[in-house]
């Protein structure tokens, strides 16, 4: 399963943006989608999950400014951001879990990242 996320760029703070991610490769089932962020020289860190029975869970850093969702019928998911802080920048990246179709083969998947900076 390929993930290509979408959505980073400039904003200022206060601001928001809305990052994508979208899977492709086959007929798979995902059991959970999550986006980390990662700035230079730190570990990356988990902002936000949501598995196939919609429970979510968030970063404390996050919580209550950015909403992850899931489109199943498109293979894809969102992380809202509001209310941007200039911590937020970092380089976001999605990954999925699941199976294929059919089968027990499971697979995990990261996308490439994608820039957000918080700025003004």
Do not use: H
Request: glycine share 14%.
């Amino acid at each position: 399963v390929q993930l290509q996320a979408s959505g980073g760029g400039l904003v200022k703070p206060g601001g928001s943006l809305r990052l994508t991610c979208a899977a492709s490769g086959g007929a798979f089932r995902v059991n959970a989608w999550r986006w980390y962020r990662q700035v230079p020289g730190k570990q990356r860190v988990m902002v936000a999950e949501i598995t196939s029975g919609g429970t979510t869970e968030y970063g404390d850093s996050v919580s209550g400014r950015f909403t992850i969702a899931e489109n199943k019928p498109e293979k894809t998911a969102s992380l809202e951001m509001n209310s941007l802080k200039p911590e937020d920048t970092a380089v976001y990246y999605c990954f999925a879990s699941g199976f294929y179709s059919g089968t027990t083969q499971v697979f995990d998947s990261w996308g490439q990242g994608t820039q957000v900076t918080v700025s003004s």
